[in-house]
């Protein structure tokens, strides 16, 4: 699971500000502040997993016009940093296994020139805040060529030719680490009958270098393994191995357990992200306005305006369902329906069918057109559509709020709780300057706490609000944490809303 998001040199941020991800995060702050910078760092993290596109230039709606624009004020002598949270109980349980005893890794990438060509340039790892390794891009070549078994199963398309990879060579290992540590302990114990001494450690820390001399490509984010074909470490009997041959023995067989550790590692860190990433779905702040009619034939099926929410919901009756069980719940008067209607030329599962999304006004029974049911309720249904119609996703949202009146900005909080902490487990990432929405949020943590009945318990620890703040250096991020009683730890900078105090006789 993704716990926390880093962003250094990136758009509105110069040092490296670190982006905790809660179920419901919400992220405040003035206009032009770098809010929209957090969901744009996210969804690049996200393409760059799946493609490999490290320019992104006019992708799905968001352009980031390029390394030479994006990297923070234009500067490409430096590194975009991106870096990554993971919790571990979340991973598959070989990675669990090869990461026991730790709750969360971090993986940081930097993203840059080397020789005038644009790749990661640097990596590094930590467990539980301990630095385990550090890497740095040696070269990169000019073309590589992937077969589909190189590649671990994932919804991502397979990327088969392009610039790079960059080849990585470790740089520093902190053989102190505890997950090392472990590693070689219980392999020498268990391959070897070999208890290892304080000696034996002091031996192996002055040949790390050699130990640990394996290079490995990256080609999108992270390296998908070594660049060898790994063979099992087998069992040898080196219990009773002394002086010079207890010590060739340690060296030879450290090379070959570092190895198997480090390509099993790539691979589940690598395989981990692009699960996580290929969770994240954008909903821009410029949402798609329907036209009269929708039907299966003209409605748009991707983009970050919500165009495609409006096509899935016409392959999707339980979806439609779900949708109009939220508009009752805010009160607001329309249902949505499925009709089919034979049409010529045209085949679907066997007959020719034809679809289109009705909307119908529950007050007369009349049926209305997406153009007359007002702007705020086309804008709000990608929204409950995404809430309800998916689970386990991470849903960027740009002003939920748009064109919503103060009361439905409240009761679409409890929309984003009941999905986010209901059944459906999503996650929700929200830009948003709507006062009414996060004061719904902090009631329904101080009714939880009160022990009022409310929809769905809401605790802190699932709620992180967010306020970019631009300075001189870039914009920071700082992290109010909210109390129990429904409150803030600390004064929200330049105080809460403070323009409606000032307005105020």
């Given at each position: 699971?993704?716990?926390?998001?880093?962003?250094?040199?990136?758009?509105?941020?110069?040092?490296?500000?670190?982006?905790?991800?809660?179920?419901?995060t919400?992220?405040?702050?003035?206009?032009?502040?770098?809010?929209?910078?957090?969901l744009?760092?996210?969804?690049f993290a996200r393409?760059?997993?799946?493609?490999?596109?490290?320019?992104?230039?006019d992708c799905?709606?968001?352009?980031l016009?390029?390394?030479?624009q994006?990297?923070?004020?234009?500067?490409?002598?430096?590194?975009?940093?991106?870096?990554f949270?993971?919790?571990?109980a979340?991973?598959?349980?070989?990675?669990?296994?090869r990461l026991?005893?730790?709750?969360?890794v971090r993986?940081?990438v930097?993203?840059?020139?080397?020789?005038?060509?644009l790749?990661?340039?640097e990596?590094?790892i930590?467990?539980d805040g301990?630095?385990?390794?550090?890497?740095e891009?040696?070269?990169?070549?000019?073309f590589?060529?992937?077969?589909?078994?190189?590649?671990?199963?994932?919804?991502?398309?397979q990327?088969?030719?392009?610039?790079?990879?960059?080849?990585?060579w470790?740089?520093?290992?902190?053989?102190?680490?505890?997950?090392?540590q472990?590693?070689?302990?219980?392999?020498?114990?268990?391959?070897?009958?070999?208890?290892?001494?304080?000696?034996?450690?002091?031996f192996l820390a002055k040949?790390?270098?050699?130990?640990f001399?394996?290079?490995?490509?990256?080609?999108?984010l992270?390296p998908?393994?070594?660049?060898?074909?790994?063979?099992?470490?087998?069992p040898?009997?080196?219990?009773?191995?002394?002086?010079?041959?207890?010590?060739?023995?340690?060296?030879?067989y450290s090379?070959?357990?570092a190895?198997e550790?480090?390509?099993?590692?790539?691979?589940?860190l690598?395989?981990?992200l692009?699960?996580?990433?290929?969770?994240?779905?954008h909903?821009?702040p410029?949402?798609?306005?329907?036209?009269?009619?929708?039907?299966?034939s003209?409605?748009p099926?991707?983009g970050?305006?919500g165009?495609?929410?409006?096509e899935s919901?016409l392959q999707?009756?339980s979806a439609?369902?779900?949708v109009?069980?939220?508009?009752?719940?805010?009160d607001?008067p329309y249902?949505?329906?499925?009709r089919?209607?034979?049409?010529?030329g045209?085949s679907?599962?066997?007959?020719?069918?034809?679809?289109?999304l009705?909307?119908?006004?529950?007050r007369?029974?009349?049926?209305?057109?997406?153009?007359?049911?007002?702007v705020?309720?086309s804008?709000?249904?990608?929204?409950?559509?995404?809430?309800?119609?998916?689970?386990?996703?991470?849903?960027?949202?740009?002003?939920?709020?748009?064109?919503?009146?103060?009361?439905?900005?409240?009761?679409l909080?409890d929309?984003?709780?009941?999905?986010?902490l209901?059944?459906?487990?999503?996650?929700?990432?929200l830009?948003?300057?709507?006062?009414?929405l996060?004061l719904?949020?902090?009631?329904r943590?101080?009714?939880?706490?009160?022990?009022?009945?409310?929809?769905?318990?809401?605790?802190?620890?699932?709620?992180?609000?967010?306020?970019?703040?631009?300075?001189?250096?870039?914009s920071r991020?700082?992290n109010?944490?909210?109390t129990?009683?429904?409150?803030?730890?600390?004064?929200w900078?330049?105080?809460?809303?403070?323009?409606?105090?000032?307005?105020?006789?």
């Amino acid at each position: 699971m993704l716990t926390g998001l880093q962003l250094g040199n990136f758009k509105a941020f110069a040092e490296t500000q670190n982006i905790p991800i809660r179920p419901l995060t919400l992220i405040f702050g003035p206009n032009s502040g770098g809010k929209s910078s957090i969901l744009h760092g996210l969804n690049f993290a996200r393409r760059a997993m799946q493609s490999g596109d490290l320019e992104q230039t006019d992708c799905e709606g968001i352009d980031l016009g390029g390394f030479a624009q994006y990297v923070h004020r234009q500067d490409t002598n430096h590194q975009t940093q991106l870096g990554f949270n993971l919790s571990v109980a979340h991973l598959r349980k070989e990675t669990q296994h090869r990461l026991s005893g730790v709750q969360h890794v971090r993986v940081n990438v930097g993203i840059g020139l080397l020789r005038d060509e644009l790749g990661v340039v640097e990596m590094s790892i930590a467990t539980d805040g301990e630095v385990l390794l550090e890497m740095e891009a040696a070269h990169p070549s000019s073309f590589f060529t992937l077969t589909p078994d190189h590649l671990p199963e994932t919804d991502f398309p397979q990327k088969t030719i392009g610039n790079g990879p960059m080849t990585f060579w470790i740089d520093v290992v902190n053989l102190q680490n505890r997950v090392l540590q472990a590693w070689f302990s219980t392999k020498f114990k268990d391959l070897a009958a070999l208890q290892l001494t304080s000696s034996d450690w002091r031996f192996l820390a002055k040949h790390t270098e050699e130990i640990f001399d394996h290079p490995c490509y990256v080609e999108r984010l992270l390296p998908d393994g070594l660049n060898m074909v790994i063979e099992p470490v087998k069992p040898q009997n080196a219990k009773h191995l002394s002086g010079a041959k207890r010590k060739s023995f340690l060296k030879n067989y450290s090379i070959r357990l570092a190895a198997e550790f480090l390509d099993g590692l790539f691979k589940d860190l690598n395989l981990a992200l692009q699960r996580e990433l290929c969770r994240v779905q954008h909903l821009g702040p410029l949402r798609w306005y329907p036209t009269r009619r929708i039907l299966e034939s003209n409605g748009p099926r991707s983009g970050i305006d919500g165009a495609g929410v409006w096509e899935s919901l016409l392959q999707n009756r339980s979806a439609c369902a779900r949708v109009n069980q939220s508009l009752r719940r805010l009160d607001m008067p329309y249902e949505l329906s499925i009709r089919k209607w034979k049409t010529q030329g045209r085949s679907i599962s066997g007959a020719n069918l034809m679809r289109e999304l009705l909307i119908t006004d529950t007050r007369n029974g009349a049926t209305v057109s997406a153009r007359d049911i007002g702007v705020g309720v086309s804008q709000i249904l990608p929204i409950l559509a995404n809430a309800f119609g998916t689970s386990h996703h991470i849903h960027s949202i740009e002003q939920p709020e748009l064109h919503l009146h103060p009361a439905l900005q409240a009761k679409l909080g409890d929309t984003f709780i009941e999905s986010a902490l209901g059944e459906r487990k999503n996650t929700f990432i929200l830009e948003t300057h709507s006062e009414h929405l996060i004061l719904r949020l902090l009631r329904r943590v101080r009714e939880t706490n009160d022990g009022s009945r409310t929809p769905v318990p809401i605790k802190p620890e699932d709620l992180a609000v967010l306020f970019v703040q631009p300075t001189e250096n870039g914009s920071r991020v700082l992290n109010l944490p909210v109390t129990p009683d429904g409150d803030f730890g600390v004064p929200w900078p330049g105080g809460f809303f403070a323009e409606r105090f000032a307005d105020l006789p």
